[in-house]
């Protein structure tokens, strides 16, 4: 059976990636919603209505159970999912949390999609976690375009980001969560305009944690060895329900493994 992973375009890698690392006995589809990126600018109701045809396709490809790796969607549909659909549904929520105790009283700057950070869920999850105020909601949906059409390192990207982290004395802030897994895609961007101690943080680790936490629960967990080493070859990739077969296609999603796993380390 299969583990689904799906966003609304390359953001989702990063939750892919990082279940590549931690849970490497499993099969695996990714879905990109392409066709309908990006979400984060969408209405909630647009959102449910695709997020539903993801689910449906990916309950007719034998899986499991289901990640939303887009924080928009999870925030969005994540609960009106989980009514529908018997199978296990992890979502992925800005890592607001872990980004407060581990800011030693600083601030803590969240950013993420208008949707995200409009919606009620992570307006709820502040409230729980910040008794001191220290958290700020920021909205970056140039970010997700940017990284749509594979632009990653660019002067403009640079512009976009220095121009919207202005408003901000960052000298004050100790966390950077990275709300939108499109996000993880610029950390060297994010990394040249922060100052050096403010650290970057996002769910992903949490995420695959619960879905192992959740799998073995239901005695679902892949333990064995099956497959020793890494490789593509137990990941299928769909665009918007089409599968990508070909090697172009394939090739640029190396890359976009390869340009993660340089993230990883900033
Ligand atoms: N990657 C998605 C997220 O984590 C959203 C990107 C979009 O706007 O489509 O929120």
Aim: aromatic share 8%.
């Amino acid at each position: 059976m299969n583990i689904g992973i799906f966003d609304s375009g390359i953001g989702g890698i990063t939750l892919l990636h990082q279940a590549l690392v931690m849970l490497p006995n499993e099969n695996y589809i990714f879905y990109a919603d392409t066709d309908n990126a990006p979400y984060g600018t969408k209405s909630k109701e647009q959102v449910i209505a695709l997020v539903d045809d993801v689910m449906r396709f990916m309950t007719a490809h034998d899986c499991k159970a289901v990640v939303i790796a887009c924080n928009t969607a999870t925030a969005a549909a994540a609960d009106v999912m989980r009514e529908k659909y018997p199978i296990p549904i992890i979502g992925i929520e800005p890592a607001v949390k872990p980004a407060v105790k581990e800011s030693h009283g600083k601030r803590v700057l969240v950013a993420a999609t208008p949707l995200t950070v409009r919606e009620e869920k992570l307006h709820n999850l502040v409230k729980r976690v910040d008794d001191a105020h220290l958290v700020d909601l920021l909205a970056l949906p140039k970010l997700v375009e940017f990284a749509e059409r594979g632009e990653f390192a660019s002067d403009e990207v640079e512009q976009y980001l220095k121009n919207a982290l202005s408003k901000y004395a960052l000298d004050t802030y100790g966390e950077l969560v990275l709300g939108c897994t499109h996000f993880n895609y610029f950390k060297d961007t994010f990394r040249k305009i922060l100052p050096k101690d403010v650290h970057m943080i996002d769910g992903s680790e949490g995420t695959v944690r619960q879905l192992a936490h959740i799998l073995e629960s239901i005695n679902q967990l892949e333990l064995g060895n099956a497959h020793n080493e890494k490789n593509d070859t137990r990941v299928r990739y769909f665009s918007s329900g089409r599968e990508l077969k070909e090697e172009q296609e394939l090739e640029y999603v190396r890359r976009l493994h390869e340009r993660l796993e340089k993230m990883r380390v900033l």
